[in-house]
């Protein structure tokens, strides 16, 4: 059985960095899901792949948890944030490129 481990991004709603400090191991679903032909909802027959997510505080102690228990792993790192610095002043400033209109 294949594991991701992974640090979660933010959420689209959130602006700040809440909950994106640990690391997630997760595991890749062995089979592909099917729709249920009475209801349309989708299901698979494996449950440790959409149920089991074990959080942890650090990468390492993720990594050392899957290999103390033999578990295959895939290490994915987060990309840095591209930080755009605006301030509100810039709307108004004398050298701006564009034209500032409503």
Do not use: C
């Not at 689209?12 to 099917?34: H, N």
């Not at 295959?72 to 490129?97: E, H």
Request: glycine share 6%; charged share 25%; hydrophobic share 35%.
């Amino acid at each position: 059985m294949l594991a991701r481990i992974f640090s979660p991004a933010r959420t689209a709603m959130q602006s700040g960095r809440a909950k994106t400090a640990g690391w997630v191991l997760e595991f890749e679903p062995s089979d592909a899901r099917r729709q249920d032909p009475l209801m349309g909802w989708t299901q698979t027959g494996d449950t440790s792949s959409s149920q089991i997510k074990l959080s942890f505080d650090s990468k390492d102690e993720a990594v050392r948890y899957a290999e103390s228990h033999g578990i295959a792993f895939q290490l994915f790192d987060p990309k840095p944030a591209k930080r755009i610095l605006k301030a509100y002043a810039d709307n108004f400033a004398f050298g701006r490129r564009t034209p500032w209109t409503h």
